[in-house]
């Protein structure tokens, strides 16, 4: 008897993982009832059904491939993306890969969705697999099991995840790398030499690595600042900030490089613009404007003439231009002949603005509280900013995010240094500053601002007021680091 194919071709194989992985994405930013939620649950269990013959279907990534059984899927020019995608996915949650059994054919779509948002949410817990488990039998979601990876021996090496302060130390060694290369860069470039991008390349490359594996730590890490070295903290600032967003929208790792190098050098132009008006307190007149405004198309002029491949400058010259262009192409420099923005682009320019607002400058002393400039940009979705990608980002750092100080009603000054552990939870963990005698601001006890009262339901402690940390002088990194 000829052999029965378990499966179908490998095209309906691709289209069922092409599904399945567009709706873990669409079913992360829109809610259960948009129309292209809907429609991505339609499209899964269509595209499930017509390629599972058999009792049971295991998808495994094993070796940055992915398998079908034991069969490994063709990686090409169509595939790749999809598979670094879904071996990312899996390799975040801990898992070697999910079995779906056919009953999974007649499953309802709100347990289809109860699935994504499951195996969505478990990237953030520290034990994704207890997380997957425990959700799969709570919810009754039977037709599916999942596949563990073989145990890592472990060890406190940085890479395991289990050392929080060794990675924390590793990302703030990336930070002075990356740092200490964009200057090099822009020093030979200033002082009309030629610079080259090898060495920032492969320290943003080791950036990504690193932020792969945690970018809480990086967003983190962005809170730092350097008052005299505003242009190279807030480029290092927007680089891992771009990233970070990247990362979310799950780029893959040469993108995540791109968009680093391109968001470093987002500024270059600005070495060109006189210290006089970058730094001048108030408002800047037309021709300084106009001085002003040269520099996002200098950045792109200024990287064409960086020692590198025509191809690799090719690639990162669009976003520097584009990063004062809003999504509605207005902003500058004018533009009639773009109908929209790049993604990179349009990532950049939120991590650009984000960070500007944020920073205290030597002419603004107060900087506005990260949770402000959340609400502000929120204002502009759509018009300034990319409606979806905004909200990615205000999901990413959090309605309070890490580094914004709060008045409790406790009368304490606290700051925040972790998003809640809890699931859909707004409310932050933060650390009570205690001043000192000196004046200064110690680390007290770390609070989770989520505890609710057992009778009343209510926050056991609120949020009075939100501040930008400097506002009292504290510098936000020492006392997040500080904190392990
Ligand atoms: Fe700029
Ligand atoms: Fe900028």
């Not at 059984?69 to 670094?84: F, G, R, S």
């Not at 890969?97 to 520290?126: C, T």
């Not at 990615?392 to 750092?397: E, K």
């Amino acid at each position: 008897m000829a052999d029965v194919p378990k499966y179908r071709a490998y095209s309906q194989l691709e289209e069922f993982l092409h599904n399945f992985y567009s709706l873990l994405q669409t079913t992360r930013i829109h809610r259960d009832n948009h129309k292209l939620v809907i429609e991505g649950v339609a499209k899964f269990s269509k595209s499930i059904s017509g390629c599972m013959l058999d009792e049971s279907m295991a998808i495994k990534a094993s070796n940055d491939r992915l398998f079908i059984e034991d069969e490994k899927l063709p990686y090409n020019q169509t595939t790749k993306n999809l598979i670094d995608n879904l071996v990312r996915y899996f390799d975040d949650r801990g898992l070697e890969g999910l079995r779906f059994f056919k009953s999974i054919k007649v499953a309802a779509s709100q347990d289809i969705l109860a699935l994504m948002h499951l195996l969505n949410g478990a990237g953030k817990r520290p034990d994704p697999l207890g997380w997957i488990i425990n959700g799969l039998e709570m919810k009754n979601l039977y037709w599916l099991e999942i596949i563990k990876k073989p145990e890592k021996p472990q060890g406190d090496d940085e890479s395991t995840g289990k050392d929080k302060p060794a990675r924390r130390e590793r990302a703030r060694r990336d930070y002075t790398y990356v740092m200490a290369s964009f200057k090099e860069v822009a020093e030979k470039v200033s002082g009309k030499g030629r610079a080259g991008m090898r060495k920032t390349v492969r320290v943003v490359q080791d950036m990504v690595t690193h932020l792969i594996e945690d970018d809480e730590v990086y967003s983190a890490i962005s809170t730092l600042r350097v008052f005299d070295d505003y242009t190279f903290t807030h480029s290092v600032n927007v680089s891992l900030l771009s990233m970070c967003i990247g990362r979310r929208i799950n780029l893959s790792r040469r993108s995540l490089e791109r968009l680093g190098i391109c968001a470093l050098f987002h500024d270059l132009g600005k070495i060109e613009v006189p210290y006089e008006v970058l730094n001048k307190p108030g408002k800047l007149d037309d021709s300084e404007f106009k001085l002003l405004e040269e520099h996002s198309l200098n950045s792109a002029r200024l990287i064409v003439k960086l020692k590198a491949s025509r191809d690799r400058k090719a690639k990162i010259l669009l976003p520097p231009f584009e990063h004062h262009l809003k999504y509605d192409l207005s902003g500058y420099p004018y533009t009639n002949w773009r109908k929209s923005l790049s993604l990179f682009g349009r990532i950049i320019t939120i991590a650009d603005v984000y960070d500007a607002i944020t920073s205290p400058r030597v002419y603004r002393k107060s900087a506005m509280s990260p949770d402000r400039a959340l609400g502000l940009m929120l204002e502009g979705a759509g018009l300034d900013f990319d409606p979806i990608l905004i909200k990615v980002f205000i999901n990413m750092l959090g309605v309070y995010p890490v580094g914004t100080l709060l008045k409790l009603d406790t009368g304490k000054l606290a700051l925040v240094v972790s998003a809640s552990q809890r699931e859909n939870e707004k409310m932050p963990i933060a650390c009570l500053m205690e001043e000192g005698i000196d004046g200064r601001f110690y680390n007290g006890e770390t609070v989770d601002l989520a505890e609710r009262d057992s009778t009343t339901g209510k926050y056991k402690i609120e949020i009075i007021e939100t501040f930008h940390p400097t506002t009292f002088g504290i510098e936000p990194v020492q006392h997040i680091f500080a904190n392990d």
